[in-house]
């Protein structure tokens, strides 16, 4: 399977516990995005990466939550004393870069945090 | 500040009738990019279709065609002689060129086609 994979694909923790969820881009993209998605709305940006740097981060982005993308492969979103607000859907969303044309977002299967 | 709305949040048709969905946005870049995704009842977001700003000319694919006019800001999306697999939750979405190209979405219109 060549598109973007993430991990788990479910997540159920207890309030005040850290998550992390880690997702896998498609191999040749050097964009990789994260979203968030409530149940009945359409995902909402958090964070993205060009390569390993971090270029853009949300207000939704609390200082609870922390991404990298170390070697601009592979990233991590990882949550720190979660919230019952947290509870969601998490996107991760890969692209490249192909001289100046712009490339479409693939999305992963997501992400689905339950916190109880 | 980029926003995209989609005033239809249902949309309920009969097996093989025609159905458009809107799309309107709003933004303050001259360069920007416009989506349809799909989300089937499985979750995953199915990328659909990409225009850019300069490009107005409208596009079919099949049974879908798009229809993006700058004057009134709305990018509509129809599909012709739905299918029951054409039931989903269809998105909406804005990226502008100054902004990282993150997409901004629209909250969704969930389609269903009934047999």
């Known amino acids: 399977d060549t598109g973007v994979s993430q991990d788990p694909r479910h997540k159920i923790t207890k309030r005040g516990q850290n998550v992390t969820f880690r997702c896998d881009p498609i191999?040749?993209?050097?964009?990789l995005y994260w979203y968030r998605q409530t149940l009945g709305q359409g995902p909402e940006f958090l964070t993205y990466?060009?390569?390993?740097?971090?270029?853009?981060k949300s207000r939704l982005l609390s200082d609870r939550f922390s991404a990298e993308r170390p070697k601009g492969s592979f990233s991590t979103l990882e949550i720190q004393r979660t919230e019952q607000g947290d509870s969601a859907m998490y996107l991760c969303?890969?692209?490249?870069?192909?001289?100046?044309?712009?490339?479409?977002?693939?999305f992963g299967p997501g992400t689905r945090l339950t916190v109880l | 500040a980029q926003k995209v709305t989609q005033a239809q949040t249902e949309i309920s048709v009969v097996e093989k009738e025609d159905v458009t969905l809107d799309c309107v946005y709003e933004?303050?870049?001259?360069?920007?990019?416009l989506f349809w995704y799909k989300q089937p009842p499985s979750g995953e977001l199915v990328f659909l279709i990409r225009?850019?700003?300069?490009?107005?000319q409208n596009e079919i694919s099949g049974r879908y065609s798009w229809n993006f006019q700058k004057s009134t800001s709305s990018f509509n999306f129809t599909i012709t002689a739905s299918q029951v697999v054409d039931s989903a939750v269809y998105f909406c979405?804005?990226?502008?060129?100054?902004?990282?190209?993150?997409?901004?979405f629209g909250g969704g219109t969930r389609l269903m086609v009934k047999p």
């Open positions: 969303a890969s692209s490249g870069i192909t001289g100046s044309s712009y490339n479409e977002q693939f």
């Open positions: 191999s040749e993209h050097n964009r």
């Open positions: 990466f060009q390569n390993e740097a971090q270029l853009e």
């Open positions: 933004t303050r870049d001259t360069t920007y990019y």
């Open positions: 225009r850019n700003s300069f490009d107005e």
């Open positions: 979405a804005l990226s502008e060129a100054s902004a990282g190209n993150m997409l901004t």
